[in-house]
């Protein structure tokens, strides 16, 4: 469950302003991809490491550094020295942070989250996915071994659409873009398992229904955790007033901005019908519940007092016996018996029991 | 469920800035209608399709183009360059879209959600809806096969009101109130299902009960949804500081807001009365299970020491057997049983039972 | 339900500028009371209808027209002329409107929601108010048959207070507050009628207790939807920067304001009070149940082994029947079950059961 | 109940601006205590009438009139024709208000809530305390025959502390902190109280407690209704832009604000912690149910198949009557019982139900 | 559970300006630690008490006076008086206060919360923490027996990091951000014990569930109330225009405000979680209600009709007493008594109760 909440507590120890490193567990193979582009050119190397320096790219060509399964700090600290990184970004790089933006005049500092649902499983995987955006570079640093920026690596390289002609900050425009459809992909998933579980709630609740409507409810307080942040990172983006973010890149941000608007109406509409969901499994049970109760008492209200006249006839008084002794005394009593019978039924039906 | 929700997926794979297509299943044949008019004439084509560029208007007379079923995307291309209408616009009018105004300086674009209630199955479809207010033009564009607009068009071919003296954006005004009017039909009919939930929530709490308060709830999250947005859309357009909305149109565009408020002030109410619905629920539930249970222990309670009786004095114990042959055994035993029960009754009259 | 929710409706096919009709049922007659005062001499007309224009008053004398069971526009359409009263204004009087005051320059639109209490029924009636307040003549537009600005006229009538020697601003202040202090009188009796479901809750819960807790529940609602607003209309008034109001009515408008705050706390006191109120009867009928419960329990497990033993020493086993034939054998049984149902009690007793 | 909320309706009838009378059961004996104070003197003399107007103090030394069991208007008249009291302020002393500050330039008008504690009965009465702070003077008002400011009295008669060296508005603020103090001392008392209901809840759930319950979140909600105006009213004075309030006292006034936010923190959390526990009630209910429908279930399907069975054993079937003769037929009987009831006994063992 | 809530009430019977004394129970021995550094030197004493007045330092180095166990008046005066601290902030000092930041001119004034957690019994404690910042010098006072310092003071002795070569400030924002990170220990242990609870809930809900449950949501309640006024108290200091707050230490300080974001995000999220739990539990509890109340019935209901006829053929009536003596009577009355028994188990079956 801690997953995506605190892994802060590994830093504890440690002065405040030195670089905690992440535990290995979450780390797959480190992989550096190196790509420099201008409209004309694009050139793209695969490196494991980083040890010395990069020569800045002069003129129009555009420089992006994209990290996954970031773990070595060596290769952190020789790009935060190389780019001139303040130390309390390396260190946001590393920890746990909230979706954010910062301006650090340089160069813009962006954490966001990035989703990753399992095809199979329908389970999310938290990414933490950190932007520096500066003059002609773009770096990016994530934790886990899935590429949120395939497709725009894609586009980079077959030059579709205007990318490849516009600056760095579209590419950071792109990378964000990219991060944020993930969520809607993850919200159909959703969509469909709110679906089955209103199914089920109606016509069969039990245990399971009730361990998915929680597990639902848990999940939407968890992305709302990372979306509403990134809502407030994205418009601080918008209306940052840095010569690093072209005017008509704006626009594009803006767009995004109404994405995460989007994504957040819809988890809290999501919300929202959890909460009901949850009220409306406990009616369904309790519906179930008279009605279970309603056929426990029918029949032990009909036979009840038909066992009772069994009981009495069945006694050994001597007086009775006798009585009993007359032919017309068997049928005497089953009808006797039926009336009862009768009499309850009418009862129950005039209620509306059944 | 998923329906005016998430469709935006398609358009996952995509580069941010091109234009996806709707999916066809949503679309009847598209109808595109052309309307000319100034204070004097007044003319209307129906046309299928545009390729070229239409020829613009001089001088006062007006041009609506109205697209019903919106989805052969060559249309929507060729009228986006014929007008000079930004890529991210096109591209929201063919994706779906918060209710939002924006302004492009040489045009105003307006997305909002027309509301239609089918008159048997009083089902709602959500259609959305966007305007473009240019100099002297009005474009809009609409995804179902339904005719929101079609009063305008009569009042406009009446020459009734003054809706043929005023320019293109008393147009757009006359629009935009045409479909938030069309909130109040839909709030009117809630208001009837509630009435009738109401009803049987006190009186007769049944499964399909707790299905319609469920549905009840989840439309009002899902109105809700597109009409909050709208609330802002409107007051943007009120506030906006644009040549292309003229002074005295601003005081029917405040009109319109008030009625957005009032939208929302209703579906606020009804969405907490779904909520004492669901809660009044349970509770009716619980007082007729109360019921129940005390039927049953009234008749288990009353039966249960006089059946106890009954097989005391069944025994095959001699000694008892002999006691039962006196002719006064049998009426006291009656008696006896006839004591209890009493007694019995008398505690459960006490306690308020019945 | 929906009295006092969406009547609109009716104006779906009018074109948005034109001014629609009240529906006859709400109306009785109309009855329109015409006033012209100042401080030394007091005039009163009561008149049936107005067609042609009344002569403007001159000088210090103000004129209030106060029409009650408004439902024939041709009076309003002639008034509206007469006092140069925008469109939009004389439709937003005839059509359902939220609380709200506005600035037309030459005069002030406020709408205001009266309560009447049915002193039988503790019903609720609501009634629009429109009130006009211009240079030196304030016109108010009721619904209902009924005056809630009798005491107001009464003063105006006897001079009383310093009503006669205030000008146009005072009058519509004195309308307003009279109308305020309404809410106060159907607090009181919500007041009460809390009392009455609350005592029942906790000693006798039954259906009709969930009943008037849901409807208490629904009128806050309603109460709320127009008490919100109406602080706000009066805010804006209260800070309107207009010649018409007089700085020393604004401090009597604050005064007002705080009423209308007052009034808001209480109501959302009331429906805090309301969801307590249920969960409690909730709880209170659990409560009832496990007694109940406990009842049959405890009969049932008490009697339940004595029952099988009495079966026990019923059957025809020949083996046993002889055992039985010896004269302890039925004091021994009737001890071992005297011990059977002492043990019981005695668990019982120790759960803490009764 | 309606205690606290809803007193101005004995208002109705009166014109807006007159003074309307407290009613008489409310009060006990007038009393009134005049404090001249300076640096160096103290006087204080106890009234119980003011008909002409106090001769004022001139110089440094300062008038505090405190106003107890207000009810005779003459007095209030008196006083407020001397100091110059607008009628407004007449009437809110008089009447029921929220706490409130208002700055009318020659003197400021605060209204607040003292809160008083039955020592016996726990129970809480609330006094309407006003306040007017004019140059060298403070005027005091309160309705109930308790004495808030018996400390501050003491202080300024022995001259503790820095209270006769400093102005009228040190006094005022001194009045403000002794009302504000005494919500601990209740917060302090509801504090025990909620103890006490939550060892309830969990171990001995029944009807007291949930009268518990229900008390404690209807006094948070009236709590609540007059501490968050209150903080509101001292944010305000605070605030102010009055000479009548020095720079130096306002530090102390901040204090107070730190108070007045943490009774609401307080409050805020006592109110949520008392839905929790109508929850935990209701599920501690709950728990209780299943436990008895455990008991009833174990006892009815151990021995419901085993009197089946005595039942069999005991017909009069003449086939079976013979096969029971056999000396082994009743050892057999017991042994099926006894294997019966041990299955039974396993199952129940194996869902945990004992 | 009043612990954190309100000692504010020993306070009661004080003057408001004079210093309270915190009661001698919650002191272990006071001890004082004085630090003294610059870049260079490092001086370190421990004292038990102050009464002159230590000589200030000159220069760059700096004086950090830290008091543990806070309970001698006379300390706190002596230190009060010596760097000239308001009475009103020795008096908060001394008393239970929200967290909050304070300028007063010459020095800051900040109260956080600091929390110790017990590694057995996994509780609470929290502590109240002032921060004194003044030129060259800071003064922190607490009131528990622990040291949340400890790693800001070793990293002062060993000069790791850049903390010896910052000023005073630095030094403060240490302290801070060492208490800020003491709520990440807290919130992983509180995670843990919700993913017991959680596991609890679904599968064997009992009693101490409930207990845990209602627990951990008093905890999130009394956290809240630390949590939200601390980040208040951050987000003053960080915008504060002080000079003792250099600007390079403001980017530290924006650190900490985004860590106590993080925190209350937690706190948020799992105060939803625990609303939800509870929901859960009760439903859950429903659930286990259902499946025995099954067992009643299923039992019940199969065996009633089944008794019924053993006591129909046990009844001493003579006629069929006779038919009785058949040999295929016994087969018969068993072959009708398994059929209706599948009958009842196939309905039941067909329902899908099992």
Redesign the interface.
């Known amino acids: 469950?801690?997953a995506g909440?605190?892994t802060?507590?590994s830093?504890?120890?440690l002065?405040?302003?030195?670089i905690p490193r992440l535990r290995e567990e979450d780390s797959g193979v480190m992989k550096i991809t190196v790509t420099i582009y201008d409209e004309a050119s694009y050139r793209e190397a695969v490196i494991s490491g980083v040890k010395g320096c990069f020569i800045l790219q002069r003129g129009p060509s555009i420089t992006w550094i994209d990290v996954q399964c970031l773990h070595r700090a060596e290769t952190l600290d020789a790009l935060g020295e190389c780019y001139g990184i303040?130390q309390?970004v390396l260190e946001?790089i590393l920890t746990?942070?909230?979706p954010?933006a910062e301006d650090y005049d340089k160069y813009l500092f962006v954490v966001l989250k990035a989703l990753y649902l399992s095809a199979k499983t329908r389970k999310m995987t938290i990414d933490q996915v950190s932007i520096i955006l500066g003059n002609n570079y773009v770096l990016s640093f994530r934790e886990k071994d899935e590429d949120v920026f395939r497709?725009v690596r894609e586009?980079l390289k077959t030059a579709?659409?205007?990318?490849r002609k516009m600056g760095a900050d579209f590419l950071a425009?792109?990378l964000i873009?990219?991060i944020v459809?993930r969520y809607?992909?993850v919200?159909?998933s959703i969509?469909?398992r709110?679906?089955d579980v209103?199914d089920e709630v109606?016509t069969?609740p039990?245990?399971s229904t009730?361990?998915d409507?929680?597990t639902l409810?848990?999940e939407m307080?968890?992305l709302?955790?990372s979306v509403w942040?990134m809502r407030e990172a994205v418009s601080v983006l918008e209306r940052m007033d840095s010569p690093l973010i072209a005017d008509n890149t704006k626009?594009?941000l803006r767009?995004v901005y109404?994405?995460t608007?989007?994504v957040i109406?819809?988890i809290e509409?999501y919300r929202?019908?959890s909460a009901?969901l949850?009220?409306?499994?406990?009616?369904?049970?309790?519906?179930?519940?008279?009605e279970?109760?309603?056929?426990?008492?029918v029949?032990?209200?009909v036979?009840?007092?038909?066992?009772?006249l069994?009981?009495?006839?069945?006694?050994?008084?001597?007086?009775?016996?006798k009585a009993?002794?007359?032919?017309w005394?068997?049928p005497m009593?089953l009808i006797m018996m039926l009336a009862i019978a009768l009499t309850m039924l009418t009862y129950f039906k005039k209620r509306?029991?059944f």
Not at 15 to 18: H, L
Not at 292 to 297: G, P, R, S
Not at 303 to 308: G, L
Request: proline share 3%.
């Open positions: 469950m801690s909440m605190t802060r507590y830093l504890m120890d002065p405040p302003s030195t303040h309390l946001d746990d942070q909230r954010k497709l586009r579709k659409g205007r990318i425009y792109a873009d990219s459809d809607f992909i919200l159909e969509g469909e709110f679906e209103e109606v069969v039990d245990r009730l361990l409507i929680y409810k848990r307080l968890f709302r955790q942040p626009i594009y767009d109404d994405h608007i989007q109406d819809n509409t929202d019908m009901s949850l009220d409306t499994y406990l009616s369904s049970l309790s519906n179930k519940l008279n279970i109760i309603k056929v426990l008492t029949m032990s209200t036979f009840i007092p038909m066992t009772f069994t009981g009495l006839f069945g006694m050994n008084v001597a007086y009775m016996v009993l002794e007359y032919n005394a068997f009593i509306g029991w």
